[in-house]
């Protein structure tokens, strides 16, 4: 399978291809795009050949059903056959099983998925792009004089002349269609014939004002005599475009509604509109080409009030409905992409109002549910509400048939569960996937060859879903089931189930870390790991993305394991891919990235580098901020948690005022969360409490820090106390803190008590691992050391800082972080053996410090 957004050049490739094998003898052709998901299949019956044959698919996720009863049938035939897919983006419309056999599911769940990279990738030279758009402005110089519509021109001498943009490094030329139509654009606009484009309008919308020329001039030609205006004619190739038609039937239904097209004017029209741009096949109506110009123009044509919308539904038959949502969604996206939000929010809301006073066709629900992209943030409300409308339809056509249905309302609330989650609805996404998780049991219980990866994907989903209630001992149980099955199946059939492997052991490392088992959260990371590294080798860009969601968490497990520099570099990893990703396609991974930055922000400021720190942070919460503004209740959380790595980060730069204000605003997130939802928050909101106490501290503001971090320690001492695994680390850093404020505030009995309370916790953490906890195990005898000494308890005091700086001394070279709490031990150290009378040792001490050498191992 071949993926990649509209104008990247797949159809260009495959042709190309097919042409190529033809020379050698092989037969080849793509599939007609008028067969369609139609109940009825065509006669596949012709494909039968004794030469090797290759096919190739186009708009495959608009057609899944389509296409598993052709891979059926070529299964059958046994014939030896190379069957090339097309499309926008991969999906459920390829993985899901949409009750094909297991063999057919098998094939397409081992396709092999290239995402079709840039003709010209940013990291090469602009010098290549220059020449990219010379060539194509001389070949397409040399095709302009064969329309007739134009006068003669010398376009060779102008092609020649004329220079690229001076932005031509841009990621949107990474896109070879947009760098065609920007010469096409500079060929015309220096021509004999130039329209009005205001400067920064897009090269589609300048070529559509060279094609309305030849609209009209075509509409008003003997043959249909079409007198209507230039916005009637516009809006009549929206239509075609937005629709299609396989039947004049179906032309005439939609073109009726048209503003401003008299009734007996209504079929010249659909006959015009016919002409126009001939259609493939035995179908009516073909379309503006290329595709993204056709979007393009459709979207556009709904923003100015020429269509009405949720009249064009009602007139579109099942087929149709699903092409108008599709076309939409996708004009969407690319509007989203290269940077025209408010044209991409204004086209998904003119949508959701059409669809609010409209009613769908079941089969159109579905062909455009399976057509949608995944992931994509943009589109991911118009999925939740036709994935809704599935769900419910399903459900009622259980009622009268469960042995025919219960497999489609199972996939319709296993998908519900997820889009829930994205829009941020945790309780109703739980509740929907434990209906899922129910009905697959059943299922695969009766009939488990069928139905048991379906089973164990949904546990996956029913593990996160749990976990993001804060039922974490639930998550881990159902995660380990899920990883159980794909195990099994993976020895059975690697190819097949490897990849599932590893996305359940992937979640599996996260509620092993969560419930406080991180030694095993990280080997299960790592082969989670291990798996996507071998996949992404043998395919970079199929299987990065997958491959960089995994380095996040292993970035993390590394972390909680004190390999730092190793999560460092692992994070960077990650942020790399992502970067990559986003600036392609932000609508799919600016999500991604933000989390992946957020989470390199606190390795840097652990590796000593903090305005790179402080930088990737701000980035991290510009991008969580701008998500949250359209969609609080999905995004909130994140924004919290990258405000609470902010304010560190502010704090760290000596920018405190700013650094507090940013903390409130993530506790007052967290309260309001956790007000809502204790159990899954309250964690959230104590380690945002316990920082907001240090900074308030920082502030001068003793009171209330002191108070603060007494909520902090209350809420984590009731947690501990159910899962001590899982909370004790997060415990005692929050009695460090609250140890500090007591002593500001004069208690320095509770101080004391509290501060060794912290000790314990963490000497018996340290001792199970040793890299992970040493440094906080130095901290908190640093703090106890400080109150020992404010006691005058001179010798006790002594030993905390011998122990402290032997524990700073062995991680300081690798976390240099850590080095001015090193230093501040070691000058306590020289003046505590100055009051006890052991100048010689104080001087040495002082002339490490001197020197900022570090000293020598403490048992010398």
Same mark, same amino acid.
């Given at each position: 399978?071949?993926?990649?957004?509209?104008?990247?050049?797949? #159809?260009?490739?495959?042709?190309?291809?097919?042409? #190529?094998?033809?020379?050698?003898?092989?037969?080849?052709?793509?599939?007609?795009?008028?067969?369609?998901?139609?109940?009825?299949?065509?006669?596949?019956?012709?494909?039968?050949?004794?030469?090797?044959?290759?096919?190739?698919?186009?708009?495959?996720?608009?057609?899944?059903?389509?296409?598993?009863?052709?891979?059926?049938?070529?299964?059958?035939?046994?014939?030896?056959?190379?069957?090339?897919?097309?499309?926008?983006?991969?999906?459920?419309?390829?993985?899901?099983?949409?009750?094909?056999?297991?063999?057919?599911?098998?094939?397409?769940?081992?396709?092999?998925?290239?995402?079709?990279?840039?003709?010209?990738?940013?990291?090469?030279?602009?010098?290549?792009?220059?020449?990219?758009?010379?060539?194509?402005?001389?070949?397409?110089?040399?095709?302009?004089?064969?329309?007739? #519509?134009?006068?003669?021109?010398?376009?060779?001498?102008?092609?020649?002349?004329?220079?690229?943009?001076?932005?031509?490094?841009?990621?949107?030329?990474?896109?070879?269609?947009?760098?065609?139509? #920007?010469?096409?654009?500079?060929?015309?606009?220096?021509?004999?014939?130039?329209?009005?484009?205001?400067?920064?309008?897009?090269?589609?919308?300048?070529?559509?004002?060279?094609?309305?020329?030849?609209?009209?001039?075509? $509409?008003?030609?003997?043959?249909?005599?079409?007198?209507?205006?230039?916005?009637?004619?516009?809006? $009549?190739?929206?239509?075609?475009?937005?629709?299609?038609?396989?039947?004049?039937?179906?032309?005439?239904?939609?073109?009726?509604?048209?503003?401003?097209?008299?009734?007996?004017?209504?079929?010249?029209?659909?006959?015009w509109l016919a002409s126009l741009y001939p259609a493939d096949g035995d179908r009516y109506w073909g379309s503006l080409q290329p595709d993204r110009v056709a979007e393009y123009h459709a979207s556009r044509t709904l923003a100015e009030g020429n269509i009405l919308l949720s009249a064009l539904f009602d007139a579109a038959a099942p087929g149709q409905q699903a092409q108008l949502i599709t076309v939409l969604a996708r004009a969407a996206i690319a509007h989203y992409n290269v940077g025209r939000t408010t044209d991409s929010e204004q086209i998904l809301h003119t949508m959701d109002t059409a669809l609010d006073t409209t009613s769908l066709a079941y089969q159109a629900v579905l062909m455009a549910t399976e057509a949608l992209p995944y992931p994509s943030r943009i589109t991911a409300p118009l999925a939740l509400r036709l994935i809704g409308i599935l769900a419910r339809t399903n459900r009622q056509l259980v009622q009268d048939n469960p042995a025919a249905y219960e497999p489609d309302l199972a996939v319709s609330l296993s998908n519900l569960g997820v889009q829930l989650s994205i829009a941020g609805r945790g309780d109703e996404a739980l509740t929907i996937t434990e209906d899922a998780v129910e009905i697959y049991r059943r299922l695969a219980a009766g009939n488990p060859a069928a139905y048991e990866t379906n089973l164990a994907a949904s546990l996956v989903n029913l593990g996160v879903r749990l976990s993001e209630a804060g039922r974490r001992g639930e998550a881990l149980t159902i995660t380990e089931d899920a990883v159980e099955i794909y195990r099994r199946l993976a020895a059975g059939n690697q190819a097949a189930y490897e990849l599932d492997l590893a996305d359940s052991l992937s979640n599996l490392g996260v509620q092993l870390s969560k419930a406080g088992r991180r030694g095993q959260a990280l080997t299960i990371t790592e082969d989670a790991v291990e798996i996507y590294r071998r996949f992404a080798a043998g395919n970079p860009a199929a299987y990065e993305t997958n491959l960089a969601a995994s380095l996040v968490n292993l970035g993390g497990r590394l972390s909680e394991a004190g390999r730092r520099v190793e999560a460092l570099t692992t994070m960077e990893d990650a942020v790399e891919i992502y970067r990559r990703l986003a600036a392609g396609n932000p609508a799919a991974y600016e999500s991604d990235l933000a989390v992946s930055l957020s989470n390199l922000g606190v390795q840097l400021s652990i590796a000593g580098r903090g305005d790179e720190a402080l930088t990737i942070t701000e980035d991290a919460v510009e991008v969580r901020r701008r998500l949250a503004a359209g969609n609080p209740a999905a995004y909130e959380p994140d924004l919290a948690a990258s405000l609470v790595n902010l304010g560190g980060r502010l704090s760290e730069a000596g920018r405190n005022g700013e650094g507090l204000t940013t903390m409130e605003d993530a506790v007052e997130i967290y309260r309001r969360l956790a007000a809502g939802n204790p159990a899954a928050y309250e964690t959230n909101l104590a380690r945002s409490l316990s920082n907001l106490g240090v900074q308030l501290s920082m502030a001068g503001r003793g009171d209330e820090a002191l108070t603060i971090t007494e909520d902090a320690v209350e809420i984590y001492r009731r947690l501990a106390v159910g899962d001590q695994a899982a909370y004790e680390p997060d415990l005692a850093v929050s009695l460090v803190n609250l140890g500090v404020q007591l002593s500001m505030a004069g208690r320095r009995g509770e101080a004391l008590t509290i501060t060794e309370d912290a000790v314990e916790i963490y000497r018996r953490l340290a001792a199970g691992n040793q890299a992970a906890y040493e440094p906080d195990l130095a901290r908190s005898l640093s703090a106890l050391a400080l109150l020992l000494a404010a006691r005058g308890e001179l010798p006790r005091a002594l030993r905390a800082t011998e122990e402290a700086v032997e524990l700073y001394r062995r991680h300081v070279e690798t976390l240099p972080s850590y080095s001015p709490r090193f230093h501040t031990m070691l000058d306590l150290q020289a003046d505590l053996l100055e009051r006890l009378g052991r100048e010689k040792e104080a001087e040495a001490v002082r002339r490490w410090l001197r020197k900022d050498l570090l000293p020598p191992d403490s048992h010398n």
């Open positions: 399978m071949l993926t990649g957004p509209g104008g990247q050049g797949k #159809t260009r490739l495959a042709r190309r291809l097919t042409d #190529t094998l033809g020379w050698r003898g092989w037969v080849t052709g793509h599939l007609r795009s008028d067969l369609t998901d139609d109940p009825a299949p065509p006669d596949f019956t012709t494909l039968t050949t004794s030469l090797p044959l290759l096919l190739v698919v186009d708009y495959a996720e608009t057609r899944p059903r389509l296409l598993r009863r052709l891979i059926t049938h070529l299964h059958r035939s046994r014939h030896r056959v190379r069957v090339l897919l097309l499309a926008r983006s991969d999906g459920q419309w390829r993985t899901g099983s949409l009750q094909a056999v297991p063999a057919v599911r098998d094939l397409l769940e081992e396709a092999s998925v290239v995402p079709l990279a840039p003709l010209i990738p940013t990291s090469r030279s602009t010098r290549d792009r220059r020449h990219a758009f010379h060539r194509a402005s001389q070949d397409l110089a040399r095709l302009l004089p064969l329309l007739p #519509t134009l006068p003669a021109h010398d376009w060779e001498s102008l092609a020649a002349a004329l220079r690229p943009p001076a932005d031509l490094h841009d990621h949107r030329y990474d896109n070879v269609l947009t760098l065609q139509m #920007t010469a096409l654009v500079g060929l015309l606009q220096h021509g004999p014939r130039p329209v009005d484009a205001a400067p920064g309008t897009p090269p589609e919308g300048t070529l559509l004002k060279h094609e309305d020329r030849f609209w009209e001039a075509s $509409a008003k030609s003997p043959a249909y005599r079409l007198d209507l205006p230039a916005p009637t004619l516009g809006a $009549a190739v929206a239509v075609a475009a937005l629709c299609g038609a396989a039947t004049k039937d179906e032309a005439l239904h939609v073109i009726t509604p048209l503003p401003g097209l008299p009734a007996h004017q209504t079929a010249p029209a659909a006959n």
